[in-house]
C-alpha cells in the first residue's frame, strides 16, 4: 500500500486566494482526519470524518475553511480566502478505527 | 479540556547519551502512543502503551505508561544522529480523538 497521499507537497498563494488540498486515504481505513501543525500551536485536529460523514468540525477556525470527503477514497480540505496565518502544514491521516493514524507527508502552505 | 505536556521541549545532545521524555497530563487515558516525526514528514507511530505501569522496548527506546494512566515516558539508551526528529505523545480518551501533546524536538549531534 501506498500510505496517505496529500497533494501538492508545497503550495505557495497570495492571500486572498483560494486553495484546496488534497488526500486520499489509505484502502479500507474508515475514518479521516485533517490535522494542522506549526511551532507555536502544535498539531491541531481541524476535522473528523467516519465513513465519509462529517464527525467532529469543531476544529475548523472559521467559515473560511471547509472540507470534503465525497467517497472513501478523496477528500479536500479548501480555504478560501486564504490569509497568511494560514501559513502552516497540513496534514491528512487515516485511521481503521483502531485508534492508531497513519499521517501522510503533509502538505506545507505559505500565503504571502 | 485535556491537555498533554511534553518536557523538555526541546533537547539537543551529543551521540551516545542517554535521554528521558515527559509526557504528563491530569487526565487519564485508555491508552498512550508516541510517533517520531521527521522533518518534511508526518508522524508515525512508533508504539501504544494501554496498561498501567506498561514498560514497553523498542531497540533502544523504552516506552513506559504510568501506573495511573495519567503519564508517560520515552527512554532513549545510546542516542544515534537517527534518532533526531520530533516525539509527540498522544492520549486516547475513548472516542476516535487523540489528544497531541506539544512536542519534544529532539538532536542528537555526531
Known amino acids: 500500500d501506498a500510505g496517505v497521499i496529500q497533494s501538492p507537497r508545497h503550495e505557495v498563494t497570495e492571500m486572498g486566494q483560494e486553495v484546496t488540498l488534497r488526500c486520499k486515504p489509505i484502502s479500507g481505513h474508515n475514518s479521516l482526519f485533517w490535522y494542522r501543525q506549526t511551532m507555536m500551536r502544535g498539531l491541531e485536529l481541524l476535522i473528523y470524518?467516519?465513513?465519509?460523514?462529517?464527525?467532529?468540525d469543531s476544529g475548523m477556525p472559521e467559515d473560511r475553511f471547509s472540507a470534503k470527503m465525497p467517497n472513501a477514497s478523496f477528500s479536500t480540505l479548501k480555504i478560501q480566502p486564504s490569509e497568511p496565518r494560514d501559513s502552516a502544514v497540513y496534514f491528512c491521516a487515516s485511521s481503521s478505527g483502531f485508534n492508531e493514524q497513519f499521517f501522510g507527508p503533509g502538505t506545507r502552505l505559505t500565503v504571502l | 479540556t485535556q491537555l498533554l505536556e511534553q518536557s523538555p521541549q526541546f533537547l539537543s545532545i551529543q551521540e551516545g547519551e542517554n535521554l528521558t521524555v515527559y509526557c504528563n497530563s491530569s487526565s487519564v487515558f485508555s491508552s498512550l502512543q508516541w510517533y517520531r516525526q521527521e522533518p518534511g514528514e508526518g508522524p508515525v507511530l512508533l508504539v501504544t502503551v494501554v496498561t498501567g505501569g506498561e514498560v514497553k522496548k523498542l531497540k533502544r527506546l523504552t516506552f513506559q505508561f504510568g501506573d495511573a494512566r495519567k503519564d508517560s515516558s520515552l527512554h532513549i539508551t545510546a542516542a544515534q544522529p537517527g534518532d533526531t526528529g520530533l516525539y509527540l505523545c498522544?492520549?486516547?480518551?475513548?472516542?476516535?480523538?487523540?489528544?497531541f501533546g506539544s512536542g519534544t524536538r529532539l538532536l542528537v549531534r555526531p
Open positions: 470524518f467516519n465513513n465519509n460523514v462529517p464527525i467532529d
Open positions: 498522544a492520549g486516547d480518551d475513548s472516542s476516535y480523538k487523540l489528544i
